[in-house]
């Protein structure tokens, strides 16, 4: 026999998925027009963003919808943490905006001339991201939590490219407008691995019931 | 002039009765019903479409059941009931002079809080609404007792036992049966009073999904105090009180934004 609600769970995960897809393409494209200073693909980017806030504010009404029915254990788990990577992935679609925002500006402006790691740090961010996500799809606690420190590489790079910038704006002060949207879209893509990490910790949640957001922290 | 609401086809070759020129398949107007001086009822509307799956909901003693009751004419058999208003199935006044009572149940099948199969075989038991219309013959009866038991989700687990007791079989079973019953003679509306209540939560869950399943051939009102059981299972829902509709709506909405407090009161368990 079919079972309905179960139905209504796998449509849930399957608008998520898409979600997650139409995410990732928008980092993806996102970095790409920063790296080869396309301005019509950062335009692109930004509209796209439209669709991806669609299906968060879908997924919240699906959730609510199945909440109203009185999911119990993994299912309830799942109905909530849904809107929480749902909530992720949306932020995740923002930080792309922006960076395409700065790639659009520097795509206008002559390149500046330093060697950043920044295609590196996109290529972790973006790997995090995808790894949630696959981990929520298998519900593989034990994938989940290795992404997490991953979180601090992500970081460092930020922290590296930071200095690496201040320095080269002190140097070069005609470079400042420019280097400073690039400080920008670094400090997107650290989100997007922040963001990357808490799907990951939701993932935790749904499997293993234990919440162990902030548990380092106390 | 529209068709007759009950037509003397075989009920297997019945098409499905519709309202003529579109409209509400079920319309409610005004209704008020009495049991002597008590007013029961006070001036209800509702309309239900075809093929749709409506609960009822509401504190014991709001009239939730009585409603139900009006919609196969069941009070009838109650002394000093009186009914004002209108109540239409298919565009025909089902308390008109000229309406025959037996017939019009046979629209309107009804399933109970407790299942009460015959003292007869699974068989028989859904046989027996067809063999009283008239149809003899073996294989249509075959015919229709198969396809009743698998509508109703019960073919798998009696098809091997089909002429041992009815009443050998579980709660959960038995009400399927009842339900197999309702379904063979092919009725417009199945009205459900509480059709889960007795059964535990994995019987209660295949009664559910039956539902959702039957709704695709009819209409179903479902009276039921199992607020969650009204979320999963219907699509619209009416919330009584004291004798009135207090809010009718598309069921999310009046689980997660009802326009009444007394609603919201009541399906977030806080009176009632």
């Known amino acids: ?218 | 002039m529209a068709e007759p609401l009950i037509q003397k086809l075989a009920p297997q070759d019945r098409p499905a009765a519709a309202t003529p020129g579109g409209g509400p398949f079920i319309q409610i107007e005004n209704v008020s019903l009495y049991y002597g001086a008590t007013k029961a009822l006070k001036e209800i509307s509702l309309s239900l479409d075809q093929k749709v799956v409506t609960a009822f909901i509401g504190p014991s003693g709001c009239g939730k059941s009585t409603l139900l009751r009006c919609l196969n004419r069941m009070n009838d058999l109650i002394d000093n009931v009186r009914i004002e208003g209108s109540l239409k199935v298919g565009g025909y006044d089902i308390y008109a002079s000229d309406v025959d009572v037996i017939e019009l149940r046979k629209r309107v099948g009804m399933v109970f809080q407790k299942s009460n199969p015959f003292p007869k075989s699974i068989y028989e038991n859904v046989a027996y609404g067809l063999r009283l219309h008239g149809v003899k013959n073996k294989s249509d009866l075959d015919d229709a007792v198969e396809k009743s038991l698998k509508q109703s989700a019960l073919w798998d687990e009696v098809k091997d036992r089909l002429h041992s007791s009815a009443l050998g079989l579980s709660g959960g079973q038995q009400q399927r049966l009842c339900i197999a019953r309702a379904i063979a003679i092919r009725p417009d509306i199945i009205l459900m009073d509480e059709p889960a209540s007795a059964l535990d939560p994995i019987a209660t869950a295949r009664i559910e999904e039956l539902i959702l399943n039957l709704k695709k051939d009819f209409t179903i009102v479902i009276v039921t105090h199992n607020m969650q059981q009204a979320a999963r299972i219907s699509d619209q829902t009416a919330f009584f009180y004291i004798g009135e509709l207090v809010e009718f709506g598309p069921t999310a909405k009046i689980f997660t934004n009802p326009a009444q407090k007394r609603t919201e009161d009541y399906v977030t368990g806080r009176f009632g």
């Open chain 1, 1 to 218: 026999m079919d079972n309905h609600f179960e139905a209504g769970i796998d449509n849930l995960r399957q608008k998520l998925l898409v979600m997650a897809s139409h995410a990732e393409k928008a980092v993806n494209e996102s970095v790409q027009s920063l790296m080869q200073r396309d301005h019509d693909l950062a335009l692109r980017v930004r509209t796209d963003d439209d669709v991806i806030d669609k299906f968060e504010v879908e997924i919240d009404e699906l959730a609510i919808l199945l909440l109203t029915k009185a999911p119990l254990a993994s299912n309830l788990r799942l109905v909530t943490v849904a809107m929480k990577i749902s909530q992720n992935l949306e932020r995740i679609g923002d930080e792309a905006t922006k960076i395409a925002k700065r790639a659009r500006d520097l795509s206008q402006e002559p390149p500046v001339k330093i060697q950043l790691e920044l295609p590196r740090m996109a290529g972790l961010a973006l790997a995090m991201v995808k790894d949630a996500l696959d981990a929520f799809v298998h519900r593989d606690s034990a994938a989940a939590r290795a992404i997490i420190p991953r979180d601090k590489e992500v970081d460092a790079l930020n922290k590296q490219m930071h200095q690496q910038l201040a320095q080269h704006m002190m140097e070069n002060p005609d470079t400042i407008a420019r280097c400073l949207h690039w400080i920008v879209a670094a400090k997107s893509l650290e989100r997007i691995a922040d963001h990357a990490k808490n799907i990951a910790e939701e993932v935790v949640y749904l499997c293993e019931a234990q919440d162990i957001r902030h548990a380092l922290k106390n």
